[in-house]
């Protein structure tokens, strides 16, 4: 039978084996998760109230020779206690069953503790692994977003008409949350909307290596919101951009973007950029065409799978043959 706890710094060694596979970004991506989890494991054993686990936790299953056979990673949605995120998860060989195990232990250890929407970003190349949340642990399809490569950043630096973006500041979250949930397409809001704390600044963000930056674009008449744009970096070189934008200022985009980049270029002239494009927005088609037609490079696909309710679901389970890695980003 699988034993599952949460993780130690004596199992350090076998998380190093199992994830030997990734290549080396990934692992440090996923190191700097566990050492964060890890103390803080020891601080939140002593909280009992789910609102005040704001870091990562993380999980490991072994079998009964005590090999560790897989290990997971979630996450509190930051200004929502209830929605948490599967952040990392890898598998051992034919670990199919532990997996599923670990996922549903998570499930009802949060679940006993009123949270009551669990969701997951995964490559939509990984059917297999899609299959094991979606037959196997009672999850759903929902939408997809993808992440693209800016190959002419030049182009979006032109002279365009300068758009007047305000610094976002806390007091705009309600602006920011009434934006993403009318921008949402209508059948995707029970699963996918937001509330106003999500939008808040996060105070533990010295805990973190990211650096992020908000910006709101406002309607002079009105004071609602045209638009918002988020730029985040790890290393001042690569920086990622997510945009919030509803269809009738779609035209605002080439300006939108061009502002990111101005704001970018200001901290670094050499730097790469990522821009993220959510499906499940009305304007998401309209994006993903001006991406494509002005050769913006389709790095990645994600499926986004939810479970917002409890549900068993018996499926016939299927060994895998191959160990599974992921590393999902946040919508």
């Not at 020891?42 to 936790?57: A, G, K, M, S, T």
């Not at 952040?87 to 009551?116: P, T």
């Amino acid at each position: 039978m699988a034993k599952i706890k949460k993780i130690s710094y004596s199992d350090i060694l076998q998380i190093k084996k199992l994830i030997s596979v990734v290549c080396s970004d990934n692992v440090m991506s996923y190191r700097r998760l566990f050492f964060l989890s890890v103390p803080i494991t020891y601080i939140q054993n002593f909280i009992y109230d789910v609102r005040l686990r704001l870091l990562p936790e993380t999980y490991v299953v072994s079998d009964n020779f005590k090999n560790l056979k897989g290990v997971i990673t979630v996450k509190a949605q930051y200004g929502n206690p209830y929605k948490w995120q599967i952040k990392r998860l890898f598998f051992a060989k034919n670990a199919y069953e532990e997996g599923k195990q670990l996922i549903e232990y998570i499930i009802a250890k949060l679940g006993a503790r009123a949270v009551d929407t669990f969701y997951v970003s995964v490559d939509d190349n990984q059917q297999e692994l899609i299959d094991l949340f979606v037959k196997g642990c009672g999850f759903r399809f929902c939408s997809t977003e993808s992440l693209w490569a800016v190959s002419n950043i030049n182009f979006l630096s032109d002279n365009v008409q300068e758009l007047q973006f305000k610094l976002f500041k806390n007091s705009d979250n309600q602006k920011a949350a009434d934006l993403f949930n009318d921008s949402l397409i209508t059948h995707y809001k029970y699963s996918l909307s937001k509330e106003k704390n999500e939008f808040n600044e996060n105070l533990i963000q010295g805990f973190y290596s990211e650096t992020n930056f908000k910006y709101i674009l406002e309607n002079p008449d009105s004071k609602n919101l045209k638009a918002l744009i988020e730029i985040k970096t790890l290393d001042n070189k690569n920086y990622f951009l997510d945009t919030i934008i509803p269809p009738q200022y779609i035209d605002l985009l080439p300006q939108i973007l061009s502002f990111a980049v101005k704001k970018i270029s200001k901290r670094n002239k050499n730097f790469k950029l990522y821009i993220k494009n959510r499906k499940y927005l009305q304007a998401g088609e309209y994006i993903e065409d001006f991406f494509r037609n002005n050769r913006f490079e389709l790095l990645q696909n994600n499926a986004i799978l939810v479970r917002d309710f409890f549900k068993c679901i018996k499926e016939e389970n299927n060994s895998f043959n191959q160990a599974i890695v992921f590393s999902g980003f946040e919508i």
